[in-house]
């Protein structure tokens, strides 16, 4: 293929196809050139660097799967805003699970990715959080998103339901033996909707606490 034949959609349609079938790890300069069926120093003259290529990924998958609206939702209440994020996050990752760990890395973050987390800080602050609260309640809803979804898909292989306990359990674990025995197959959907509204109250407290801080100085 020529170089003058090479454009960004194609770069980034390999660059995904890539992260598909092997992860991160399988995204590199030379893996992508000979994707391209080029040489890697000609792909130096579409993208300059991996970082460069990781934030364009980025940008793109934002344009292309409308992100920017669905970690920016339009609902009534600060509350409604952290659930339907962490819900669509969710959501997200296992539409896309190849573009988990392009999302899941802290390497390094495009414009858009930025800009969606301005509008939720604004709009964090707007119903009373200080700016650096907003900001950690953002960042630990994100890991907690992806944590849970990393449990997802590595602790039970890649189905929806919850391991079993060993049919040989100790007979004392009484506690485990009644709690899995409570868990539906669509376990992980409470035990996702837990957790989130865990995250919801710790930041209900966090804003009480500020208004009981200002309302006495």
Do not use: C
């Not at 899941?104 to 602050?125: G, H, P, V, W, Y």
């Not at 040989?168 to 837990?194: M, R």
Request: net charge positive; aromatic share 10%; no cysteine.
């Amino acid at each position: 293929m020529a170089s003058k034949n090479i454009t960004k959609e194609l770069i980034f349609a390999e660059s995904l196809s890539l992260i598909k079938e092997g992860g991160m790890a399988a995204l590199s300069m030379r893996n992508l050139a000979g994707r391209l069926g080029i040489k890697a120093p000609s792909l130096y003259v579409h993208i300059q660097s991996k970082a460069e290529l990781i934030l364009l990924l980025q940008a793109h998958t934002f344009k292309t799967n409308q992100l920017v609206g669905s970690l920016n939702p339009d609902v009534l209440t600060w509350q409604e805003l952290l659930f339907a994020i962490m819900k669509n996050m969710r959501k997200f990752f296992h539409q896309y699970p190849w573009l988990f760990k392009l999302f899941a890395s802290f390497q390094s973050n495009s414009d858009e990715s930025r800009d969606t987390f301005e509008k939720f800080l604004i709009k964090m602050q707007a119903a009373g959080f200080k700016l650096h609260h907003a900001g950690y309640i953002g960042r630990v809803m994100r890991e907690f998103v992806i944590g849970h979804v990393t449990f997802e898909k590595n602790s039970i292989l890649n189905t929806r339901k919850h391991p079993l306990l060993p049919e040989n359990i100790k007979p004392e674990f009484t506690n485990n033996l009644e709690f899995y025995s409570n868990l539906v197959d669509q376990g992980h959907e409470e035990i996702f909707s837990f957790g989130a509204q865990l995250i919801i109250k710790g930041a209900e407290q966090i804003l009480k606490e500020n208004q009981v801080a200002t309302n006495s100085n």
